[in-house]
């Protein structure tokens, strides 16, 4: 499975944007989805899953009330919608592919996408 990641950008305080991942292949709604996220100097960190069938969805705490996930089999496409985004989301954002494995760990996730950069401005 290869995975492209998109949609960041630069946007300020308080703004929204949509992360997309798009999937090759057709076995896409056999992997669960993570999305991560990597600010410069810190670790990866889990920001959250979504089911294969995207039925259940996992949010990371920091991003509770503000980030939903979904997917469109159909579409082999994942999407994360960014509201209320702050600067401390200001991160390079992956998304991942897991076929059972640990979802909140990143080493549970087979097949990971190149990354999109979100800059968020106070």
């Known amino acids: 499975v290869q995975l492209q990641a998109s949609g960041g950008g630069l946007v300020q305080a308080g703004g929204s944007l949509r992360l997309s991942c798009a999937a090759s292949?057709?076995?896409?709604?056999?992997?669960?989805m993570g999305w991560f996220r990597q600010a410069p100097g810190k670790e990866r960190q889990f920001v959250g899953a979504?089911?294969?069938?995207?039925?259940?969805?996992y949010y990371a705490d920091f991003v509770k009330g503000r980030f939903t996930f979904s997917r469109d089999n159909t579409k082999n496409t994942v999407y994360l919608q960014m509201n209320s985004l702050n600067p401390e989301d200001t991160a390079v954002y992956y998304c991942?592919?897991?076929?059972?494995?640990?979802?909140?760990?990143?080493?549970?996730?087979?097949?990971w996408g190149q990354g999109t950069q979100v800059t968020v401005s106070s």
């Open positions: 991942a592919a897991n076929q059972g494995g640990d979802y909140t760990d990143y080493k549970g996730y087979t097949y």
């Open positions: 292949g057709r076995t896409f709604f056999t992997y669960h």
């Open positions: 979504i089911s294969r069938s995207g039925s259940f969805t």
